[in-house]
């Protein structure tokens, strides 16, 4: 089963083609998109589209770019839709230090509340960490949780192994196909084969083939084909949630 565990089809990018989009995923292959929620507006859409399409799941979360909508209010709006049958994560979370957008101890005061909310409903969370390797793998730690994905990763082998020893799963995106990004290969290359998943962040960071462009699902299968090639096997997809 092809899954593409990370997509923002929501999103003003799609407004004109969404329905023409979904179809064309699902003519290359691939049978579920994971709709993900970056803040409280997002978080709705997401929930809303998973209704408009079986193929589409959701997620519901506040990116650290948005972390100063966390608080109580929202944790409880989260848990009443974390019991809806088409929820599968909280997420997009996490700690965002190179745009800053929020100061530091309001992103973790955010991070480490949602991941004390997925505990609590019992979902698994997906991770955004971006100049923040250690500060999020600190709090990720404390927090007990097991089912973890990275998403997006993009930090060494050396940080990667740390979080595979954890059970945490990895995801590869569009950045697996750009010229000279060997460390991000490196760890493509050894990590576990059940330890990592396929995402595209769609309309985000395309493969190669479409830099430039928007992103979409269908071309989570080129995403595919590149790891495949990287680890010289076949892929069994793995989907976490």
């Not at 709709?35 to 990116?63: K, M, P, Q, W």
């Not at 927090?143 to 993009?154: Q, T």
């Not at 576990?192 to 989570?220: I, M, W």
Request: charge should be negative; hydrophobic fraction near 40%; include cysteine.
């Amino acid at each position: 089963m092809l899954i593409d565990t990370h997509v923002h089809l929501d999103f003003k990018h799609f407004d004109k083609d969404r329905g023409e989009v979904i179809q064309r995923a699902l003519d290359a292959g691939v049978e579920r998109m994971v709709n993900i929620g970056c803040d409280v507006r997002t978080s709705d859409a997401s929930v809303v589209l998973a209704h408009e399409y079986d193929c589409i799941f959701a997620t519901v979360g506040i990116h650290p770019h948005d972390s100063d909508q966390w608080g109580d209010d929202v944790a409880n709006k989260f848990i009443v839709q974390a019991k809806d049958e088409k929820m599968v994560a909280i997420g997009e979370i996490g700690l965002d230090y190179y745009h800053m957008r929020k100061p530091e101890e309001v992103q973790k005061k955010a991070f480490a509340g949602q991941l004390a909310l997925a505990r609590e409903v019992s979902l698994p969370v997906v991770v955004h960490i971006r100049d923040a390797a250690r500060d999020a793998y600190d709090i990720l730690v404390e927090s007990g949780l097991e089912r973890v994905i990275l998403h997006c990763f993009n930090e060494d082998l050396e940080f990667a192994e740390k979080c595979w020893a954890k059970g945490w799963i990895t995801g590869f995106g569009g950045p697996v196909t750009y010229p000279n990004n060997e460390r991000l290969r490196e760890v493509v290359e050894m990590a576990p084969s059940k330890q990592f998943v396929l995402e595209t962040d769609c309309p985000f960071l395309p493969p190669q083939a479409h830099r430039g462009q928007r992103n979409e699902p269908a071309y989570v299968k080129e995403v595919l084909e590149e790891v495949e090639k990287i680890r010289g096997e076949r892929m069994e997809v793995v989907y976490p949630f």
